[in-house]
């Protein structure tokens, strides 16, 4: 599986729109993006997944560059609840191996 | 609520003994995925299993094991248990490809172990 890069933390005001970077300059023509977040010792929880083109669903977007090398996270209108650790993980999509393997993700912070 | 059931949420035991956490999958999904999380560190993928059979092996220290069971349960084993067991451990299911997705994971809230 390809390796992501991610910035340690972030912070954003509350009622402003998060944009969490990753770099992953490796992945392959067969592996997705997917985004997932952890909040305090809570199970992680999926937000978004994307392969070539932009995504969008009730959570967030999925911004991913032409060469497919980075993707952004967008969260449009965060909240305090949005406080969290989010992880960026690419892997392809293989039937019965799917284990995803998380790095240290980003901490966003929602300040109010 | 993911759909994915862990028991027990919470587990105190003595340096030296014996656990085993339990998780139910989300109907209908194969696979089932162990992870460990201590305090501060990140989620470390233990072992796989997808219907009945292990299918991928992470950072799994000899003396714990783990089976799943024919309705599709799992059960993780802890063994000779020390301090640096104490953590958090998760359960996450998911669905054969082409059912929901490119195989997302749904995990549970995960069972806490406390070793004294």
Partial sequence: DAKTTQPTSMDCAEGRAANLPCNHSTISGNEYVYWYRQIHSQGPQYIIHGLKNNETNEMASLIITEDRKSSTLILPHATLRDTAVYYCIVRAAIQGAQKLVFGQGTRLTINP | ?116
């Avoid at chain 2, 299918?55 to 248990?81: C, M, T, V, W, Y």
């Fill in chain 2, 1 to 116: 609520d993911s759909g994915v059931t862990q028991t027990p949420k919470h587990l105190i035991t003595a340096t030296g003994q014996r656990v085993t956490l339990r998780c139910s999958p989300r109907s209908g999904d194969l696979s089932v995925y162990w992870y460990q999380q201590s305090l501060d560190q990140g989620l470390q993928f233990l072992i796989q299993y997808y219907n009945g059979e292990e299918r991928a092996k992470g950072n799994i220290l000899e003396r714990f094991s783990a089976q799943q069971f024919p309705d599709l349960h799992s059960e993780l084993n802890l063994s000779s248990l020390e301090l640096g067991d104490s953590a958090l451990y998760f359960c996450a299911s998911s669905p054969p490809l082409g059912v929901a997705g490119p195989g997302e994971l749904f995990f549970g809230e995960g069972s806490r172990l406390t070793v004294l």
